[in-house]
């Protein structure tokens, strides 16, 4: 099996993960998003502890510790990650999930716009195109209206896709800086969960066997997703296999038909269309000769 094929799987159960976390993160109910998101992040957590310090021990702690000037990117990168999954978990509680999904969907477009600035990448004319014509397909999804109280959840969603975008360019600059992944992920997860923490103490949601059971199940997807997205990315570049993490909109979708009998109106299926129009094009792009 190629390195490609490999990576083509990888990315595919990493999108089921994160589709299945989605999942559960509704199924858990009327519970607060931060209070989701806490649990999702602490999940996390204990995972790349765990890898971290088992690393540490095998490959002595140098190979763990944080490089010079990757500290403000590691700050940036957290904060953009917990608005990315604040207003993710936001949107997935209050709209069709596929609609969640494809907003979320937006950060690769967001990653190439925040690159231009943190790895001083040029700006060429068919990405520039491919993001200006994502951003009219997330229009689309989003519906903009007068309603604030009935466009604020997409407009969340939407958000949290910028500040996903945003967490991956940083991550894409700590990787440069040749920072350990397994400090990335600890270090944002940590930083989302004392954020959350203020809120939860002063708006507590005490949960029932059953909401802990499938917040800890969201968390482990979500751990799962982001080992599998790194695989992925580690065993192919994002020019070759990109395009295929947007089978986490099918997942998505899937789910919400047959568990929740969700089905998204013709502006959004649009929506969709537009915006892995512009994915396609982007990825054929990227596969160009240079």
């Known amino acids: 099996m190629s390195n490609t094929t490999k990576g083509i799987i990888f990315l595919i159960l990493s999108a089921f993960s994160f589709a299945a976390m989605a999942l559960f993160v509704r199924l858990a109910g009327e519970i607060n998003f931060i209070e989701k998101a806490f649990f999702r992040n602490f999940v996390s957590l204990l ?8 690393e540490g021990r095998e490959k002595g702690w140098d190979s763990v510790a944080i490089p010079e000037g990757a ?3 590691l700050f940036i990168r957290a904060t953009a990650g917990s608005i ?7 949107a997935i509680d209050r709209l069709v999930l596929s609609d969640a999904a494809i907003l979320n969907k937006m950060s690769p477009f967001f990653a190439i716009l925040f690159s231009i600035f943190l790895m001083k ?24 209206s007068f309603d604030f109280s009935a466009t604020l959840p997409t407009l969340a969603g939407f958000i949290g896709g910028v500040g996903a975008g945003l967490a991956y360019a940083c991550v894409r600059k700590l990787s440069s800086l040749k920072c350990n992944g397994k400090v990335i992920v600890l270090f944002f997860s940590v930083y989302s969960c004392l954020l959350s923490l203020p809120h939860m103490i002063i708006h507590w949601e005490p ?15 979500a751990a799962c997703g982001q080992f599998a997205i790194t695989a992925a990315y580690f065993h192919a570049p994002a020019r070759e296999i990109s395009i295929y993490d947007y089978s986490q909109i099918i997942f998505s979708a899937s789910f919400g038909f047959f568990v929740f009998g ?5 502006m959004s299926i649009t ?7 512009m994915a396609v094009l982007n990825f054929w792009w990227n596969r160009l000769p240079s």
């Open 71 to 73: 500290l403000l990117f």
């Open 121 to 144: 990448e040029k700006v060429r004319l068919v990405p520039l195109l491919a993001i200006t014509g994502a951003f009219l397909g997330a229009m689309l999804v989003v519906k903009p």
């Open 262 to 266: 969700m089905i998204p109106d013709w």
């Open 271 to 277: 929506g969709y269309v537009v915006i892995i129009g």
């Open 84 to 90: 990315g999954i604040f207003g993710n978990f936001y």
């Open 207 to 221: 949960l029932n066997t059953y909401q802990l059971i499938v917040l800890i199940l969201a968390g482990i997807w």
């Open 47 to 54: 995972i790349a502890l765990v890898f971290l310090i088992k």
